[in-house]
């Protein structure tokens, strides 16, 4: 099955710096990539996704970038806010597999002013 | 606007209990989910459903069954809680679709088993 992996676990940046988070996956099939941010004591929420027909995508400070032949996607916040600590979950899927979604362990964004 | 709710947000289980977590969304969404998360592991598919009375296994599934008997509710059940299932539980759904969609959560029901 898929497994996906996601580094670093935490990490600490200076409010306007950026802030990178990378995922690797392993089945080739996979072809939605969504990033999820959950704050503290709350429920995880969609930010942004990318498919597997695309190899960038951005919202704002928010953009996603998709290598398929290497199978690692990325999340890039520019300009980080004290307001985007959280921590960010990467997921892929595949078509085949009715929605569902393998997770990547999290990572903790700590952004200080 | 989508809402997914849990019957619980906390609960406090004795070993051995059998428990019922209970999960409502209200988008007629086909596929529902139930995860767990653990600190450093992510979220974890316990078991999933993409149709009523339709039950697929997860990545960990031993010691959990599930109930779907309504499209709109999905039940996750403890058999015989044990302390190592002391957890945060977190309920998903999203509408079906070949090409991934965005799965929606509920507000999470925090497990603890005495």
């Known amino acids: 099955g898929e497994n996906v992996e996601q580094h670093p676990s935490t990490l600490s940046v200076q409010e306007g710096d950026s802030a990178v988070i990378k995922c690797t996956y392993s089945d080739s099939a996979s072809n939605y990539f969504p990033w999820y941010k959950q704050e503290l004591g709350k429920r995880p929420q969609l930010i942004i996704d990318i498919r597997s027909n695309v190899g960038e995508k951005k919202d704002q400070r928010i953009a996603v970038t998709l290598n398929k032949t290497a199978k690692h996607f990325s999340l890039h916040i520019t300009e980080t806010q004290p307001e985007d600590s959280a921590v960010y979950f990467c997921?892929?899927?595949?078509?085949?597999?009715?929605?569902?979604?393998?997770f990547g362990a999290g990572t903790q964004v700590v952004v200080t002013p | 606007d989508v809402k997914v709710t849990q019957s619980s947000r906390y609960l406090v289980k004795r070993t051995g209990e059998k428990v019922f977590l209970e999960c409502v969304q209200d988008?007629?969404?086909?596929?529902m989910f139930w995860y767990r998360q653990d600190p450093g592991l992510g979220l974890r598919l316990i078991y999933f459903?993409?149709?009523?009375?339709?039950?697929e296994k997860g990545d960990i599934p031993e010691g959990y069954s599930v109930s779907r008997e309504k499209k709109e509710r999905f039940s996750l059940i403890l058999e015989s809680a044990s302390t190592n299932q002391t957890s945060m539980y977190l309920c998903?759904?999203?509408?079906?679709?070949?090409?991934?969609?965005?799965?929606?959560f509920g507000q999470g029901t925090r497990l603890t088993v005495v």
């Open positions: 998903a759904s999203s509408v079906s679709g070949h090409r991934g969609t965005e799965a929606f």
């Open positions: 459903s993409y149709d009523v009375k339709m039950k």
């Open positions: 997921a892929a899927s595949n078509t085949d597999s009715w929605g569902k979604l393998q």
């Open positions: 988008m007629d969404h086909e596929n």
